[in-house]
């Protein structure tokens, strides 16, 4: 479900790109230049781990030599016999995975509320729905 969800958010993101960031007096000294290229570089990451995590989980799912539930519907076999030292492996990356994911998500958040707080920019309202 999370890698439709985020194929959705992608196609989502090409047919309504993101505005521009707007100029704050504050971050205008604050290697602005930087902090351009530090959000996009971690929405890149973000993007990325969001299809790694889930993908990484299925692998150790299969890994396992468990079935795949879809949605409780439909069961996708194993296409791997169960080898328990590749799935400690598998469950590693997995987790190493997971834990980046929540670490860009929270900088990710805090750069949020630093735009909203410390620069006094429009960032953090621009990412609500229905704000213009």
């Known amino acids: 479900m999370i890698i439709a969800l985020t194929v959705l ?8 790109p ?7 007096d504050f971050g205008g000294w604050l290697f602005a230049n930087w902090i351009g290229l530090g959000a ?12 790694a995590v889930p993908l990484s989980g299925i692998m150790l799912q299969f890994a396992q030599g468990d079935n795949l539930s879809i949605l409780g519907v439909l069961e ?3 296409p791997w016999a169960r080898d328990r030292a590749f799935a400690e492996e598998v ?3 997995h987790e190493v995975l997971a834990h980046g994911l ?3 998500a929270g900088l990710h958040a805090a750069a949020a509320l ?11 309202v621009r990412m609500l729905p229905g704000k213009p």
């Open 114 to 124: 630093v735009h909203h707080w410390v620069f006094g920019d429009r960032t953090l």
């Open 9 to 16: 958010r992608l196609l989502w993101r090409l047919v309504d």
């Open 76 to 78: 996708i076999a194993s």
């Open 102 to 104: 929540l670490a860009v």
């Open 18 to 24: 993101s505005p521009p960031a707007e100029r704050t």
């Open 91 to 93: 469950k590693e990356v």
């Open 40 to 51: 996009k570089l971690a929405h890149f990451e973000l993007y990325v781990l969001l299809a």
